[in-house]
T-cell receptor, first 115, second 117 residues
């Protein structure tokens, strides 16, 4: 069964460092997403990406965050200068449809710990 | 604004008991989608079901069943004859119909379900 894969599974970084989280969405999917889950809290939408551009972003997704699809298969989330409050599980997801009719397939998550 | 409320923070039952997880949602959209996801201790999000706002028919899948009631804005999830492997955090989520855009899921706070042997 096709799946969304994420790397790394866990990253520890120092505050102020740049972090790149990588995702390989399912190959025929057109919509890509990042969600975040702070430990013990609910999952929150960060950003959606379609046709090589951001289609929607949340208030959380400030100038410190960026996304990119550099080579047609990978989908990355970059945090330029990490803060303690960026510590969370980051989930990548993809879907065939953006209209709500397509199931969102989530990856297993990348846990980011900022010290 | 869209909102999902899962009032039950934690539920603990003994194996083989039936358990119902509540989900209440708020939306002004006439077309929307409701979801349930399971998050086992390993952390991934596992899709369980998607239901659109025009389909109020209840659904059963094995030991799982879902009761969608627009009149009360609820989408409850029942596990019958629970098993230890059902122990997880369960999230209810809501997505509006977005034309020419990507769907954004709004999640509830989750219900931590513990099934004791």
């Amino acid at each position: 069964e096709p799946e969304v894969t994420q790397t790394p599974s866990h990253q520890v970084t120092q505050m102020g460092q740049e972090v790149i989280l990588r995702c390989v969405p399912i190959s025929n999917h057109l919509y890509f997403y990042w969600y975040r889950q702070i430990l013990g809290q609910k999952v929150e939408f960060l950003v959606s990406f379609y046709n090589n551009e951001i289609s929607e972003k949340s208030e959380i997704f400030d100038d410190q965050f960026s996304v990119e699809r550099p080579d047609g298969s990978n989908f990355t989330l970059k945090i330029r200068s990490t803060k303690l409050e960026d510590s969370a599980m980051y989930f990548c997801a993809s879907s065939t449809s953006g209209s709500g009719t397509g199931e969102l397939f989530f990856g297993e998550g990348s846990r980011l710990t900022v010290l | 604004a869209q909102k999902v409320t899962q009032a039950q923070t934690e539920i603990s039952v003994v194996e083989k008991e039936d358990v119902t997880l509540d989900c209440v949602y708020e939306t002004r959209d006439t077309t929307y989608y409701l979801f349930w996801y399971k998050q086992p201790p390993s952390g991934e999000l596992v899709f369980l079901i998607r239901r659109n706002s025009f389909d109020e028919q209840n659904e059963i899948s094995g030991r799982y069943s879902w009761n969608f009631q627009k009149s009360t804005s609820s989408f409850n999830f029942t596990i019958t004859a629970s098993q230890v492997v059902d122990s997880a955090v369960y999230f209810c989520a809501l997505s509006g119909l977005i034309i020419q855009g990507a769907q954004k899921l709004v999640f509830g706070q989750g219900t931590r379900l513990t099934i004791n042997p």
